[in-house]
Nanobody
Framework: QVRLVESGGGLVQAGGSLRLSCAASGSIFSINTMGWYRQAPGKQRELVAF???????NYVDSVKGRFTISRDNAKNTVYLQMNSLKPEDTGVYYCHYSRGDYWGQGTQVTVSS
């Protein structure tokens, strides 16, 4: 079993920054990919970014150059640094652990214009 707990969401003005954290516990293996997804109201959940066990990263085009995903394997934690936030970044952000398809409960990010 794996438990994922997100934190760091909140309300921020456009152009601001937030840092999301996802703390994982349980049967965690650092070789597995972890990612961040988001779901805006009325829209499907979409992949925002992921990071592999060796540190390779990938981002959805809309956040490239603004968001940075990183991981601290010693702490079993994944981060999402979000800069230059836009109102369209608003949504619930979910952490995902690929092995076994585990999800966190989500953290709300709201960007006001």
């Amino acid at each position: 079993q794996v438990r994922l707990v997100e934190s760091g969401g909140g309300l921020v003005q456009a152009g601001g920054s937030l840092r999301l954290s996802c703390a994982a516990s349980g049967s965690i293996f650092s070789i597995n990919t972890m990612g961040w997804y988001r779901q805006a109201p009325g829209k499907q959940r979409e992949l925002v970014a992921f990071i592999t066990g060796v540190g390779s990263t990938n981002y959805v085009d809309s956040v490239k150059g603004r968001f940075t995903i990183s991981r601290d394997n010693a702490k079993n934690t994944v981060y999402l640094q979000m800069n230059s936030l836009k109102p369209e970044d608003t949504g619930v952000y979910y952490c995902h652990y690929s092995r076994g398809d585990y999800w966190g409960q989500g953290t709300q990010v709201t960007v006001s214009s």
